[in-house]
């Protein structure tokens, strides 16, 4: 697989580099893929170099309208979609009963399923404005779910604005858009009270997604990726690949654990390359000329990060410490930075995408200070100066050189992470020994010099020090995974795709707190998960 996914990709780079530059390419990204430095997206390891006719895309928007009207038109491009390998995301607002609609699409989705013609399984996304005369039907149309025979193969979230939320701090009445009132706090109620027994709906924020839409010209983000981790427009599409932060620990010369920025420098540049390609790839396999248009003027990629837990353990940081959150801050900010400096010497070398060429009103780079100031540069980690990001920023509005509109968003990984034997995204360890061999045999290390402690036996299990250090999801609390969500979502492009994990017997109170904290943490949007509300849970807490 590696190899095929290589020589796709390595054809791609010698159409733009030549052969001799498409050599190096392929002997590095083959090398950093075997090593399971890097990983890709399951579109691209299941279609590169397999399927000449399909992209390598993990997700989009269908360009036709969602309506009674469409509906045969439009349940044959879901299908030719899903069998491509593409998830959905659907904005329901422009439907007089967006239940019915978010169940026809279920069943094409189920269609699709159970057609034999998918190679891997693919996500949906419904969202539907809080605003909405039918929101309350909306809500709880999964709540019952656990009796429910419907085969559900959509999430679905509510999205919510600041006025929304100052109404249900208040206690006041919202207006919905046919004029009708409705009690924003009963409302709030009602929502988190499903998602704690079926984990849907959850929230987006659409408003604060779109203060870092990069080409609001093009249309604002109206819905999102399957599991929310970037915005989209119709018709828009996104690549990605992931960067297994546990490979990038070194030892300085007193043999202790240090992240080997150089490497994770050479790497994120050799992944921006490697998007980029895919891109290419995609582009001439879209069937939709809207998603060949979109493609090409935005060009949008998605470096995110697995491994995150993994790389903590071996440095002997708790997931839920300050110094975990900033030495990951540190290493986000270093590789979003790095892997804009590579999509400007790519657009340099190939061309900057469309919307960099022929847009200024309404692209965000081009206006003075410039796109990546104005999310950035106002912040400094321990490897990016402010200065750093205001620099490139006024160099791209300058020059109008960058290939690639926004490089940085953080899907959750769940199965392309497996590959690799690391732990998913950014996420902590899914229960307390769910870490790799390499893992463990590192953190016997450190917790025996420190401690004079094992981390085996039944004994290790209650030792506080492993209990710090191998917290799993369930053993951390809820403020501790809205900390750590808060903190890389200051330097993501886009957005987080990050599950706040509740014990059993949580309540709709406890969601409830879940959903505030995330709102008050300026995220983008907020999941949770209570252990045992779905019969098909994968994987049952330790």
């Known amino acids: 697989m590696v190899e095929r996914v290589t020589r796709c990709l390595a054809k791609q780079e010698a159409s733009f580099s030549g052969w001799r530059q498409a050599e190096t390419f392929a002997a590095e990204f083959e090398c950093a893929f075997d090593n399971k430095e890097i990983v890709m997206s399951t579109p691209v390891m299941t279609n590169a170099g397999r399927h000449t006719d399909r992209p390598l895309t993990a997700c989009t928007v269908p360009t036709v309208d969602v309506g009674p009207s469409r509906a045969r ?35 094409v989705a189920v269609e699709s399923a159970t057609s034999g013609r998918e190679d891997r399984p693919v996500g949906n996304m419904a969202i539907l404005s809080v605003r909405h005369p039918k929101i309350r039907e909306f809500v709880t149309a ?34 919905l858009d046919d004029g009708s009132k409705i009690d924003a706090g009963c409302l709030f109620d009602d929502l988190c009270q499903s998602a704690a027994v079926c984990a849907d709906p959850g929230v987006v924020f659409l408003d604060r997604m779109n203060g870092r839409n990069p080409v609001p010209g093009m249309g604002a983000y109206t819905t999102t990726a399957p599991c929310a981790e970037v915005g989209l427009i119709a018709g828009e599409t996104c690549q990605f690949g992931y960067l297994n932060v546990g490979k990038f620990v070194s030892t300085d010369s007193a043999d202790r654990p240090v992240i080997d920025f150089a490497k994770l420098e050479q790497v994120t540049a050799l992944m921006t390359r490697a ?59 270093f590789v979003n930075f790095a892997s804009k400096q590579a999509s400007v010497r790519l657009a340099e070398t190939r061309g900057p995408c469309g919307a960099m060429r022929t847009m200024v009103v309404g692209n965000r780079h081009r206006v003075r200070p410039g796109h990546i100031e104005n999310l950035y540069g106002h912040l400094t980690s321990g490897t990016v100066a402010a200065d750093d990001w205001r620099c490139l920023s006024r160099h791209i509005a300058a020059t109008g050189m960058l290939r690639n509109v926004s490089t940085i968003a953080l899907p959750p990984t769940g199965r392309s992470a497996l590959v690799i034997d690391a732990s998913t995204g950014v996420e902590p360890h899914f229960d307390t020994f769910a870490a790799n061999d390499a893992v463990l045999d590192h953190l016997e290390k450190i917790v025996w010099a420190k401690y004079g402690e094992s981390i085996h036996g039944d004994y290790a299990v209650q030792s506080p020090p492993v209990r710090e250090l191998l917290a799993s999801a369930q053993g951390i609390g809820t403020d501790g995974h809205v900390a750590m969500a808060a903190a890389l979502q200051r330097y993501t492009d886009e957005a987080i795709a990050k599950t706040i994990n509740l014990p059993a017997g949580s309540t709709a109170e406890d969601v409830r707190d879940a959903y505030l904290a995330g709102y008050q943490a300026n995220l983008s949007g907020i999941t949770v998960y209570v252990d045992g509300s779905r019969t098909t849970q994968p994987k049952q807490l330790r």
């Open 73 to 107: 038109r439009l349940r044959e491009e879901v299908l030719v979609l899903h069998e491509q390998g593409m998830g959905t995301g659907f904005n329901l607002d422009a439907t007089d009963d967006p239940v019915a609609t978010l169940r026809f699409l279920n069943h």
């Open 142 to 175: 999964k709540a019952d779910a656990a009796s429910d025979p419907t085969d559900w193969k959509f999430n679905i979230s509510v999205n919510l604005d600041d006025v929304f939320m100052a109404a249900v701090h208040r206690g006041d009445r919202i207006e």
């Open 275 to 333: 998007l980029d390609n895919c891109l290419a790839v995609s582009e001439a396999n879209l069937n939709e000329l809207r998603a060949q248009y979109v493609s090409h003027q935005k060009r949008k990629i998605g470096i995110g990060l697995c491994g995150v837990a993994d790389a903590l353990s071996i440095v002997g940081l708790p997931y839920d410490s300050d110094a975990a959150r900033e030495l990951m801050t540190d290493i986000l900010s």
